[in-house]
T-cell receptor, first 113, second 111 residues
């Protein structure tokens, strides 16, 4: 069974631009969550989608948004990029029931210059 | 506010030794506690997980010890190997799939 797939793996953007990251969950998984990982802040929860609805949201500004499609694939978007947005963005999928294990993809490395 | 506190930040262990990483939490609503292993350039991979109704869980060389009254849990890696050198994260979750992660422990196993 294929794991969580994230694209692109690496990207460089300029301040003020926007970026869209994509995530394909494990087959059969209906929940997709996104995390930001930085050396200083560690792993921080962005948001979680289940059946195309945002179920939980972390403490990030409105520049960070996401969506989930009917096939459970998800995208996250960051608008008006700031230098501090440079991070590894991780997508994780799960079956969706409470307390289910989440499985991470390899992440998308975003560098903002 | 850090929901899950992890220590130590880094750990160096001799091959064959025991690696111990500790985590503490405050929110008693947490009901699922996984550990993840992350190698450089890779996403975190699930290692082992426990629920609060169990005090210990063992899978191969990896053991989670859970102390509900102290609100602490720890990961023990027995017979540590150089291939275990990685960053380890503890985590806790309650509602839905929002997980709170510790700050990570960088483990180095010396041959």
């Amino acid at each position: 069974k294929a794991g969580v797939t994230q694209t692109p793996r690496y990207l460089i953007k300029t301040r003020g631009q926007q970026v869209t990251l994509s995530c394909s969950p494990i087959s059969g998984h209906r929940s997709v969550s996104w995390y930001q990982q930085t050396p200083g802040q560690g792993l921080q929860f962005l948001f979680e989608y289940f059946s195309e609805t945002q179920r939980n949201k972390g403490n990030f500004p409105g520049r960070f948004s996401g969506r989930q499609f009917s096939n459970s694939r998800s995208e996250m978007n960051v608008s008006t990029l700031e230098l501090g947005d440079s991070a590894l963005y991780l997508c994780a999928s799960s079956l969706g029931q409470l307390g289910n294990t989440i499985y991470f993809g390899e992440g998308s490395w975003l560098t903002v210059v | 506010q850090q929901q899950v506190k992890q220590s130590p930040q880094s750990l160096i262990v001799q091959k064959g030794g025991i690696s111990i990483i500790n985590c503490a939490y405050e929110n008693t609503a947490f009901d699922y506690f996984p550990w993840y292993q992350q190698f450089p350039g890779k996403g975190p991979a699930l290692l082992i997980a426990i629920r609060p109704d169990v005090s210990e869980k063992k899978e191969g060389r990896f053991t989670i010890s859970f102390n509900k009254s102290a609100k602490q849990f720890s990961l023990h890696i027995m017979d540590s190997q150089p291939g275990d050198s990685a960053t380890y994260f503890c985590a806790a979750s309650m509602i839905g799939n929002q997980f709170y992660f510790g700050t990570g422990t960088s483990l180095t196993v010396i041959p």
